[in-house]
Every structure is written in C-alpha cells, then in structure tokens.
C-alpha cells in the first residue's frame, strides 16, 4: 500500500495524479484542493478510468485524509504567466505554503514531502525552515526538470536513446541554473568527446555549443508556457520519478533541492546538487569534484537565491 497526497489540483498536481495512476505507483491518492470542487472533478475524473490500471483508490479529501501518506506532494500556488519569472510568484506562493504546512504536517508528520510549486527553491527553503521536520523528509523538485530537459536535448544532439545520457543541471530552478559539463557524459565518452565518436560513416558533427544547449535548457519552461499556457507534461514524469525512486529499496541519485549545510562553500539555501533518494527520503548529499568555475557558478546560483529570501516574509 502507498498513500499519496497531492495538495493543489490544477494542471501540475491532476496531471501527477493521473500519471501516479496509470503507472500504478500509487494505491490510495487524496486530492487536496481550495477549490473542493475541482479537486472532486480531477479525482471522479481520473478514479473513472482506474477498472483499465492497477487497482487504486483516488478521491478528494481535506487535510486530515492525509494521515499515514507515506508521500505528500505540493503543488499548489499560482503558476507563472506569460513573461513572469518563477521568482515573480515568490511572496505570494510563499504565503500559500506558510498556511499549508501547520495543517498538512499535523495529519502527515512521517511522509516525505515533495515541493513542486514555483519559485521551488524558496519554498522548499520555506518548507524546511517552518515544518519543524526533520530535513530528510522535505525534496524539492529541484533541477530534476531541467536535467530531464538536459539529457533530452543532448539525445537529440546526438541521435541516441535518452537514458544513455548522464548529465546534471545544478543550481536554482531558474535564471542562475547551470551545467556542470565535466560530470556529462554519454556512455561514459566525456562530452568533450561525443561529436567524433558519434560520428557514423565519416560524417561530420559539429562541436556541442554549450551556451546554446544551455540557454535551451534555461529557457523551455519560459517557451512552453508561450505556446501553451502551462508546463506540466515534463515535470510531472519527473515528479513521478522522485515517487518512484522514495518507494523504492534502493537508493537513487538525483538532482533535487535540499538545504545547503557548507558544501561547495555553501550554507543556508537549498538549491539542488546530487543528493541520494531512497524510501527513507534524503539520504544524503553526493557531491563530485567540480571545477573551479563550475563552483562560482553554484555559489552564484545560491547568492541569487539568497537575495530573493532576504526579501520576504518567512
């Protein structure tokens, strides 16, 4: 048996909720809404399709159905818009997950929580100052996203299937992430490399242009939104991935957003690096040798995330 909660039911949290169903990762979903009746037409919605999945028992509750959630997901808040950046949401989503967590932490105090909702960074920040959990227990999405984003985009460069791909993005979800490209690889040939030995009959591939490569993994949750008013698909599949790998009996690396307690000279953020998932939560941090640049970039990335919290309410 594996309870879920999902607290907030627009495109994100139905979308996970659906994708938890039909993978059959979840056998109890509660859907948890300030629009009760929203959350109720998502759950009817998705509960009706359930005789063609695994077995699963989905509906629309209130805060005391999450008792004995073994995961509780949070993704609620208001999305981005047209032109706004995840940091523009930030007061706002911020004052939303302040009256969330005494309520939820109440009925749920052993789940592992999941931040989903934007800016994810601040409000996994947030999230661990004011729960009072242990911080094992609080995961933000992190750059989990723009690593799928990532590794996609590089398959694509070089025509090969997606999961030969090991590559991370590190830093804030937003304007600062960036690529550690010493860790990346393709089946263990360095990046550097793949252009020659990805080059089938004598063609000829042109050098990886980082920078592009880059500011398309910077930019798609900006041009997804433009085309089509909302990301979810992505981050859903990702979000899913974080479930799968806490139900798991084997820990999993990934790039996910926990609080920074002096590595890489970083303290007091939570910002993503590699971190070990397993079904205890947070297992710990996995922190490769990176470059000398490859760290002012981090640092960077936390001082940008920094000046965002000293600016608000927590």
Not at 86 to 95: E, F, G, K, P, S
Not at 249 to 257: A, C, F, L, N, Q
Not at 275 to 299: A, S, Y
Request: hydrophobic share 40%; with cysteine; glycine share 8%.
């Amino acid at each position: 048996m594996n309870k879920i909660t999902i607290i907030g039911t627009g495109s994100v949290g139905s979308t996970i909720a659906y994708t938890l169903t039909v993978t059959g990762l979840a056998s109890e979903i509660v859907m948890i809404d300030i629009n009760a009746q929203k959350a109720m037409g998502e759950a009817m919605d998705i509960r009706q399709g359930t005789p063609f999945c695994s077995p699963c028992t989905i509906y629309a509750g209130n805060y005391s159905d999450a008792a004995g959630s073994d995961i509780v997901i949070i993704s609620s808040g208001i999305a981005r818009r047209p032109g706004q950046s995840r940091l523009d949401l930030a007061q706002t989503n911020v004052n939303i997950t302040k009256s969330i967590i005494p309520e939820i932490v109440r009925y749920a105090p052993d789940a592992v929580y999941v931040i989903v909702s934007n800016p994810v960074d601040v409000l996994t920040y947030t999230f661990t100052k004011l729960s009072g959990l242990p911080e094992n227990q609080i995961i933000g999405s992190g750059t989990i996203l723009d690593t799928a984003r990532l590794c996609a985009r590089l398959a694509e460069q070089y025509e090969i299937n997606q999961q030969n791909v090991h590559a991370y993005v590190m830093g804030e979800h937003g304007d600062s992430l960036f690529v550690p490209w010493s860790l990346a690889n393709i089946s263990n040939i360095p990046i550097a490399d793949c252009a020659a030995s990805f080059a089938v009959g004598g063609e000829h591939r042109p050098p990886l242009d980082y920078a592009e490569v880059e500011n398309y993994v910077r930019k798609s949750g900006a041009r997804v939104i433009e085309r089509k008013g909302a990301t979810f698909y992505a981050v859903t599949v990702s979000v899913c991935h974080i479930c799968k790998c806490l139900l798991s009996g084997i820990d999993t690396t990934m790039t996910v957003s926990t609080m920074m307690h002096g590595e890489y000279g970083i303290s007091d953020v939570c910002l993503s690096v590699l971190n070990r998932v397993g079904h205890k939560g947070v297992q710990g941090k996995v922190l490769p040798k990176l470059t000398d640049d490859e760290i002012v970039q981090l640092r960077h990335s936390a001082d940008c995330l920094k000046t965002v919290i000293n600016s608000l309410e927590i």
